[in-house]
Each structure stands twice: as structure tokens, then as C-alpha cells.
């Protein structure tokens, strides 16, 4: 079985700020990584995924993210953030042989002026 | 861009009564999925659908859910006789292959009262 943790379910920061938003596996398999965002009343928008090769996987909107193996995380990160990034984002995470995909449970991003 | 689209994007229904979620998946996918969001917490798989027959599916996904391809077009999910705890949003998504990236509806925000 396989799992996701997102360390912070809050991360408040100020515009044009840099930012990470950090993200844990358990998988006793290899995995398909992704991230998604959700913004208010919406549904969800894939961000990023990493498949395989490069482990610095970049995004829509310029967000990144880097698949560590040996620390099983694939945080995502923006250089400089804007208010139009305030959404839920989450990180989600299937095996390689299967289809599922597990969800962590979210952190909520929200950029200050 | 092809996208998946979903209806209603509101259903209200009252405990004990059946409902019907539609979407229409990317034209050219073959995998076909139902996930949940309950309020305030995080995406959960239901379903994973494949060649006209369920491939997988979650211990949420009980006898009072079916999933369905009734035509070339469209993927619908039932719920029976719905309960209180049925109240969430309903994403569908689809996937070319069964690995890879899926792409979701905007969802359908089923209340039961």
C-alpha cells in the first residue's frame, strides 16, 4: 500500500516570497509522482508529475519540484510567488504497475500582499 | 484543449434517494476513474474503470455505487440510496493508460439532506 504525507496543512507567505511545500511517500514499489492545485471552487489542475529520468521535474506557472528516492519526498517549489498562486495544492502519488492515485492531504498555500 | 467536463455541477437529493453523476472523459482515453472530497478533507479513490469493467476499486466503493459506460461518451457513477455521509464533491477523471497522468473534472458537489 502506498501513502502520502504533506508535512504543513498551512503555509502563509508574502508576495514574490519563495516558497516550498513539502511532500513524503511510503510505496514498497517504484511510483508516479504529481502535483496538483486547486483553486477556490474548482476542480483539480495537475501542476507537475515526475514518470521517470530528470528528478527536477518542472511545472506550470513556475512551480518545480525535485524526487528525492532516498528521502522518498518530492517537495514543490516556487521562486518567487504571486496572489494569484493562493489555492490548495496536493501531492499525489501512484504505482508505476497500477492506476490509483493516493492524495496527501493538502496544504493550503495563501500569498499575502 | 480536450477536457473532462462533469454534470450536474450541483445535485441536491434527499437520504434514501438514488443519483446519477455524469461525465464525458477525454475522447481519446481509455481509463476512466471516480474519486471523492469529502469537506475539508483530502481526494479519495472510489473507482478505476477499464474496457467496460471495473479494474479497481476502494473499500468506500460498497454495493450502493455502480459505475457505468452506457454509450461511446459517457461515464456515470450511482449511488443507490444515498446517505448523509455520500455528501461530497465527486471528481471524475480519465487517462490514456493506466499509469499515466490523469486529468480531472471540474466535479459534481452532491449534498444530500
Known amino acids: 500500500a502506498q501513502s502520502v504525507t504533506q508535512l504543513d496543512s498551512q503555509v502563509p507567505v508574502f508576495e514574490e516570497a519563495p516558497v516550498e511545500l513539502r511532500c513524503n511517500y511510503s510505496?514498497?514499489?517504484?511510483?508516479?509522482l504529481f502535483w496538483y492545485v486547486q483553486y477556490p471552487n474548482q476542480g483539480l489542475q495537475l501542476l507537475l508529475k515526475?514518470?521517470?529520468?530528470?528528478?527536477l521535474v518542472k511545472g506550470i506557472n513556475g512551480f518545480e519540484a525535485e524526487f528525492n528516492k532516498s528521502q522518498t519526498s518530492f517537495h514543490l517549489r516556487k521562486p518567487s510567488v504571486h496572489i494569484s498562486d493562493t489555492a490548495e495544492y496536493f501531492c499525489?502519488?501512484?504505482?508505476?504497475?497500477?492506476?490509483?492515485?493516493?492524495f496527501g492531504e493538502g496544504t493550503q498555500l495563501t500569498v499575502n500582499p | 484543449e480536450p477536457e473532462v467536463t462533469q454534470t450536474p455541477s450541483h445535485q441536491v437529493t434527499q437520504m434514501g434517494q438514488e443519483v446519477i453523476l455524469r461525465c464525458v472523459p477525454i475522447?481519446?482515453?481509455?481509463?476512466f476513474y471516480w474519486y471523492r472530497q469529502i469537506l475539508g478533507q483530502k481526494v479519495e479513490f472510489l473507482v478505476s474503470?477499464?474496457?467496460?469493467?471495473?479494474?479497481?476499486k476502494s473499500e468506500i466503493f460498497d454495493d450502493q455505487f455502480s459505475v457505468e459506460r452506457p454509450d461511446g461518451s459517457n461515464f456515470t457513477l450511482k449511488i443507490r440510496s444515498t446517505k448523509l455521509e455520500d455528501s461530497a464533491m465527486y471528481f471524475c477523471?480519465?487517462?490514456?493508460?493506466?499509469?499515466?497522468?490523469?486529468?480531472f473534472g471540474p466535479g459534481t458537489r452532491l449534498t444530500v439532506l
Open positions: 477523471a480519465s487517462s490514456v493508460g493506466g499509469g499515466d497522468t490523469q486529468y
Open positions: 510505496s514498497s514499489v517504484s511510483v508516479y
Open positions: 515526475y514518470l521517470s529520468g530528470s528528478t
Open positions: 499525489a502519488v501512484s504505482e508505476t504497475s497500477g492506476s490509483r492515485l493516493t
Open positions: 475522447s481519446n482515453h481509455l481509463y
Open positions: 474503470f477499464y474496457n467496460n469493467e471495473i479494474s479497481e
